[in-house]
């Protein structure tokens, strides 16, 4: 299993402006992915943080407006570029272990753009 | 593409009484893997239980089991025994580490 400490836990924000969220694990993991949970909505997959390279992106979402790293296999951030309104969601890292299904969740940012 | 769908936008069912919520899917995979995800008020993830779809028998989790159908492409859960504490937002998802959810099923669970 893993445990996955994700902050900041909630903010508020200017449009505009950016934020980074950070999710570390307490121990290595094969696989790390960040997911949008919009207001009432289910989970969408944003894209899968490579280690030491750059993220592959699902359709619809793009690097200069989610830029992310993964600098080793414990830590990843996800940011937010020049935020909107519609930006304001909840936001999930997950991680996984290649020789295990399951996939753990940290408990969630929620983004709120004023 | 994988697609889940779960039709039940919210359901109501009393304590201790039994539930059980839809999902079907679509894949052209012939191996993969289904899960139900609860998602409480606190916003955390927590698994109820994974189904493997080349195993025939379906998956049971103490109150929790499903009923798998392959050929239909149907993926059901039931909670028997309901508590307050399953009061939650349930998600049907397809996939491994990396999921393909359903729109959601938020169950209330009544005293």
């Known amino acids: 299993s893993a445990v996955i400490s994700q902050k900041p836990s909630r903010d508020i924000c200017q449009r505009g402006t950016s934020l980074t969220i950070q999710c570390q694990v307490d121990s290595q993991v094969t696989m790390m992915f960040w997911y949008r949970q919009q207001p009432g909505q289910s989970l969408t997959l944003i894209a899968t943080?490579?280690?030491?390279?750059?993220?592959?992106?699902e359709s619809g979402f793009v690097i200069d407006k989610f830029p992310i790293s993964r600098p080793n296999l414990t830590f990843s951030t996800l940011t937010v570029s020049n935020m909107s309104p519609e930006d304001s969601s909840i936001y999930l890292c997950?991680?996984?272990?290649?020789?295990?299904?399951?996939?753990?969740f940290g408990q969630g940012t929620r983004l709120t753009v004023v | 593409a994988q697609t889940v769908t779960q039709s039940q936008p919210e359901m109501s069912v009393q304590e201790a009484e039994t539930v059980t919520l839809s999902c079907t899917y679509d894949t052209s995979e012939n191996n993969y893997y289904l899960f139900w995800y609860k998602q409480p008020p606190s916003r955390q993830m927590i698994l109820v239980i994974r189904?493997?779809?080349?195993?025939?028998q379906n998956a049971t989790e103490n109150r929790f089991s499903v009923n798998f159908q392959k050929a239909a492409k149907s993926f059901s859960l039931k909670i028997s025994d309901s508590q307050l504490g399953d009061t939650a937002m349930y998600f049907c998802a397809f996939g491994g580490n990396k999921l393909v959810f359903g729109a959601g099923t938020i169950l209330r669970v009544k005293s």
């Open positions: 997950s991680v996984g272990f290649r020789q295990s299904t399951e996939a753990f």
């Open positions: 189904q493997e779809a080349y195993k025939q």
């Open positions: 943080a490579n280690q030491g390279s750059e993220a592959t992106y």
